[in-house]
């Protein structure tokens, strides 16, 4: 069979397409976009900066975020970058695979489930942390989704889930981390 010109550029343009070039990198600026959601320190603001340097390496989620009361906070990607009810309208946390909530780590959880980051007095919260389920490309690429940072500590899936749906006792769904107190949307830079 004779392939068309036609059909070998496309060919050609969608393998150019696909191999990625990397490192690849992504920034997200958090912030309350616009309607602060479900109560707590509503001021909290800064970046979160990925990279991904091979297609089978795991992604490094760098932030640097203030304004938050100190101790710790539930730090998720979640399914959308949908702002337009503020943080609320992210949806719920990125699991393309179906998982429960967990741990960063654990062989059960979220794609999207980070842990929790640590804010000092001064309620600024800097560091790192690596996942192998987060990437820039592909079919589970997170850009185009959203980073949130909760008023809450995330109890990794491992406190109360009596009440499914119910915000507080949702464990195995949200780490019971409470209300959204920044976001924003994971850019390909």
Known sequence: MIESAEFKALTLLRV?????????TA?????????????????????????????????????DISGM???KHGFHIHEKADFSNG???AGPHWNPHGKTHGNLGDV???????GNISADSAGVATGS????????????????????????????????????GTNGKTSQTTGNAGGRIACGDIVLQ
């Open 16 to 24: 150019s397409c696909d191999a990625a070039s990397y490192p690849l």
């Open 108 to 114: 059960v959880c979220h794609a999207g489930d980070l």
């Open 87 to 89: 943080c609320k309208s």
């Open 129 to 164: 942390v690596e996942s192998s389920l987060v990437k820039l490309d592909g079919e589970f690429s997170v850009v185009g989704r959203s980073v949130m940072v909760h008023a809450d500590a995330d109890d990794l899936g491992q406190g109360d889930h009596s009440e499914p």
């Open 27 to 63: 920034t997200c600026t958090v912030g309350p976009n616009g309607k602060p959601c479900e109560g707590g320190a509503d001021g909290a603001t800064g970046t979160v900066s990925f990279k991904q340097d091979c297609a089978d390496c795991p992604t490094t989620v760098a932030y």
């Open 69 to 71: 009361t100190e101790g």
